[in-house]
C-alpha cells in the first residue's frame, strides 16, 4: 500500500498519467518500439514520410533499438540517386555496423548534416531529429509496396517472435 502511494505521488509531482504518454497518432507494439501512423515502411526496418515533392527517410524505433547506442552514421551526398531497396548509407553502433536501404527510388536533396556530429540522434530520435536523407522521388509509386504502420507492427512482432 505505501508503495502504490508513493507510485502514485511521485507520478503527480512528475506530472506523468497514462494518458499523456502515447500520443493518439503512435501505435506501440508488445516489443515497446514506436510505430508513427502516416509513414510508410520497408522490411528492412526504414521508414518514409512523404510530403509534396519531398520524401524524408530514416530507421525506425525498432531498428535503432536492435541496433543498440549508434556512434557513427555515413550518408550520402546531396545530388546523388538512390534506387528503392538499395544501400544508401550504414550506421554503426556498439554492438554492429548494418547497411541503410532507401524504401523509395529518387534524386538525394538534403542530407541531415546534424548526425555527423551527434549521431545518437537516431536512437533518441528515429522519427524526428534523427532523419537521414530527403529524396525527390522518381516513382512515388513505390509508396504502394511499402507497410503501413499496422503491417509494420505486426511485421516486427512476428519477426521478434522467430
Excluded at 25 to 33: A, D, E, K, L, P
Amino acid at each position: 500500500m505505501a508503495l502504490r502511494m508513493w507510485a502514485s505521488s511521485t507520478a503527480n509531482a512528475l506530472r506523468i498519467s497514462r494518458t499523456n504518454l502515447i500520443a493518439p497518432s503512435v501505435s506501440i507494439s508488445r516489443c515497446f518500439s514506436t510505430v508513427l501512423d502516416g509513414l510508410k515502411y520497408a522490411s528492412s526496418h526504414e521508414w518514409v514520410k512523404h510530403e509534396g515533392s519531398v520524401a524524408t527517410v530514416g530507421i525506425t524505433d525498432h531498428a535503432q533499438d536492435h541496433l543498440g547506442e549508434v556512434v557513427f552514421v555515413d550518408l550520402p551526398e546531396t545530388g546523388g540517386s538512390v534506387s528503392q531497396g538499395s544501400s544508401f548509407g550504414a550506421v554503426e553502433s556498439v554492438k554492429a555496423t548494418s547497411d541503410i536501404n532507401c524504401p523509395i527510388s529518387g534524386e538525394i536533396v538534403e542530407v541531415n548534416k546534424k548526425l555527423t556530429e551527434t549521431p545518437g540522434l537516431v536512437n533518441s530520435s528515429p522519427y524526428e531529429d534523427g532523419w537521414m536523407i530527403k529524396v525527390k522521388p522518381s516513382s512515388p509509386s513505390e509508396l504502394e509496396s511499402l507497410m503501413g504502420s499496422k503491417e509494420y507492427t505486426k511485421f516486427c512482432e512476428e519477426e521478434d517472435s522467430h
